[in-house]
């Protein structure tokens, strides 16, 4: 299915007490980053839950902030990762993209965190804007409603 296709996520339902989430964005791209995060806010708020949103220098750094967080003092029921990586003239897309993704799944996998990722990797700024909007698909919005739908599998299996 095709963003353009894609409709508006709903907040899903979540066992247990409101979830608190942490969102970590990247806002290289500010206007992109803050459409992502009003998606994933309003789809937190929607199911009842709170969320505190800290920002990191890029995507490259997403995955050691989730991790420095899971260091911390303050108790997460799940996490959003939210950032921008536009395809550019040299080789550090493909480096930046595919190391960004993979810390994250390395960093869900080995602590066994809820997780939801929005972060666009596309060719063109256009496409980051029209996945960033506050009408029709919005990907923060998929990554929050993701993010809560693996707080509640982790309730129900008991692991969170």
Do not use: W
Not at 27 to 39: C, I, K, N, Q, S
Not at 55 to 72: W, Y
Not at 141 to 150: C, F, M, P, T
């Amino acid at each position: 299915m095709s963003t353009e296709d894609a409709a508006p996520v709903a907040a899903p339902e979540v066992t247990g007490p409101p979830p608190h989430l942490l969102i970590v964005r990247a806002p290289y791209y500010r206007a992109v980053v803050d459409g992502l995060t009003a998606g994933a806010q309003r789809i937190v708020a929607a199911s009842g839950a709170s969320a505190e949103v800290l920002d990191v220098a890029g995507a490259f750094e997403l995955a050691q902030a989730i991790r420095l967080a899971l260091r911390g003092r303050t108790r997460f029921d799940g996490f959003v990762a939210l950032g921008c990586v536009v395809r550019g003239e040299t080789d550090h897309y493909e480096f930046i993209c595919q190391a960004s993704m993979q810390g994250l799944m390395d960093v869900a996998l080995a602590y066994g965190i809820a997780l939801g990722t929005g972060l666009l990797t596309v060719d063109t700024l256009a496409q980051a804007e029209a996945r960033a909007g506050a009408e029709g698909a919005n990907k923060g919005a998929e990554a929050a409603a993701a993010a809560l739908r693996q707080i509640d599998a982790g309730r129900r299996l008991g692991a969170l």
